[in-house]
């Protein structure tokens, strides 16, 4: 079988926001090559592999996005629409000297190249997220999450993952009821079961997120305490949730404030990220508005994670 490959390249600022992008435009599978990643692999104190500085330097500093699209008779019009989408990101976010190219490539080139560019990684000092395909022994108090993101977006080791997964183990009491707005792969759905969460209401606009959402639920063994479903927010009709953790963009954030009040406890926990840091301020503004307070802001890169306690009515 012949797929369409679309190649972008970028930064690693941008990276998150056009494979979101790509996989909303119908992409069958997105692959992430960041030479940010190689450099930090190989420059841990514990690292088996070595390079000297030129091989470090010939990485250079552009990420690879490729995304697969099958049945695509117009190569031309999907480049036009993925030009259009990005530079509609490039207004929000540095996509760098952005480059859109297409070629067609067979299947098996694709299906499962892309898995060398994932390995297992700490998240945090307990926290480790290992591919399925990857061996991995958990020492002395670490909590394994092993995730196969099939055809979904996300692997966890985005900036914006790793400090919403950073809140969850700072903030999530043993027995809370999470709401994960926005699931993805899961992961962060996971994390909270694994970090002592009771129950987890996930749920995502794209099917395929919510079936890998599944999927990987049942590898981790967290099934039966994660209840996925393919929707927005709104369609969570009552709820009276501990934490809603929501690793979006700021624009949904913003708009979905006045639900995220409604189905939290008083004194439950909104942990949010994909906050660019030009839109830290508004963020904040308007939940301080609607009563909440601020607990915490950490940062990573140009992404802020924002910790918010809701404080009932105003």
Same mark, same amino acid.
């Given at each position: 079988?012949?797929?369409?490959?679309?190649?972008?390249?970028?930064?690693?600022?941008?990276?998150?926001?056009?494979?979101?992008?790509?996989?909303?435009?119908?992409?069958?599978g997105? /692959?992430?090559?960041?030479?940010? @990643?190689?450099?930090?692999?190989?420059?841990?104190?514990?690292?088996l592999?070595?390079?000297?500085?030129?091989?470090?330097?010939?990485?250079?500093?552009?990420?690879v996005i490729?995304?697969?699209?099958?049945?695509?008779?117009?190569? %031309?019009?999907?480049?036009?629409?993925?030009?259009e989408?990005?530079?509609?990101?490039?207004?929000?976010?540095?996509?760098? #000297?952005?480059? +859109?190219? /297409?070629?067609?490539?067979?299947?098996?080139?694709?299906?499962?190249?892309?898995?060398?560019?994932?390995?297992?990684?700490?998240? *945090?000092? %307990?926290? +480790?997220?290992?591919?399925?395909? &990857?061996?991995?022994?958990?020492?002395?108090?670490?909590?394994?999450?092993?995730?196969?993101?099939?055809?979904?977006f996300?692997?966890?080791?985005?900036e *914006?993952?790793?400090? !919403?997964?950073?809140?969850?183990?700072?903030?999530?009491k043993?027995?809370?009821?999470?709401?994960?707005?926005g !699931?993805?792969?899961?992961?962060?759905?996971? /994390?909270?079961?694994?970090?002592?969460?009771?129950?987890?209401?996930?749920? @995502?606009?794209?099917?395929?997120?919510?079936?890998?959402? $599944?999927?990987?639920?049942?590898?981790?063994?967290?099934?039966g305490?994660?209840?996925?479903? =393919?929707?927005?927010l709104?369609?969570?009709?009552?709820? #009276?949730?501990?934490?809603?953790?929501? #690793?979006?963009i /700021?624009?949904?954030?913003? *708009?979905?404030?006045?639900? +995220? $009040?409604?189905?939290?406890? =008083? @004194?439950?926990?909104?942990?949010?990220?994909?906050?660019?840091?030009? %839109?830290?301020?508004?963020?904040?503004?308007?939940?301080?508005?609607?009563?909440? $307070?601020?607990? &915490?802001?950490?940062?990573?890169? &140009?992404?802020?994670?924002?910790?918010? %306690?809701?404080?009932?009515?105003?």
């Amino acid at each position: 079988m012949k797929w369409t490959e679309i190649k972008v390249i970028t930064t690693g600022e941008a990276s998150d926001a056009i494979s979101d992008m790509l996989m909303s435009i119908g992409a069958n599978g997105v /692959a992430i090559e960041d030479p940010d @990643d190689i450099r930090k692999e190989i420059s841990k104190p514990n690292s088996l592999d070595y390079a000297d500085e030129n091989f470090m330097n010939s990485l250079g500093n552009d990420v690879v996005i490729k995304a697969y699209f099958s049945e695509i008779e117009n190569s %031309r019009e999907l480049l036009s629409l993925v030009n259009e989408k990005a530079s509609v990101i490039s207004r929000y976010l540095d996509t760098g #000297n952005l480059k +859109v190219l /297409a070629e067609q490539v067979d299947e098996e080139d694709w299906a499962n190249n892309w898995k060398k560019y994932y390995k297992p990684v700490h998240i *945090t000092d %307990r926290v +480790v997220i290992k591919p399925s395909w &990857e061996e991995y022994s958990a020492k002395d108090n670490e909590i394994i999450l092993e995730i196969n993101p099939g055809m979904a977006f996300g692997t966890g080791t985005h900036e *914006t993952t790793r400090l !919403c997964i950073q809140l969850l183990e700072k903030y999530l009491k043993r027995g809370s009821k999470v709401i994960d707005a926005g !699931c993805g792969t899961g992961i962060l759905s996971i /994390a909270a079961i694994k970090l002592g969460a009771e129950h987890v209401l996930a749920f @995502d606009i794209d099917e395929v997120a919510v079936r890998i959402t $599944k999927e990987n639920s049942i590898l981790n063994g967290t099934g039966g305490k994660i209840e996925a479903f =393919t929707g927005v927010l709104d369609d969570v009709k009552s709820g #009276n949730a501990d934490v809603i953790v929501a #690793n979006i963009i /700021a624009d949904v954030i913003i *708009t979905i404030s006045k639900k +995220v $009040k409604n189905l939290l406890k =008083t @004194d439950g926990l909104f942990l949010t990220s994909g906050i660019i840091k030009e %839109r830290k301020q508004e963020v904040l503004d308007k939940y301080q508005s609607l009563g909440f $307070k601020c607990e &915490e802001i950490l940062e990573m890169g &140009e992404w802020v994670a924002i910790v918010f %306690r809701c404080q009932g009515s105003l």
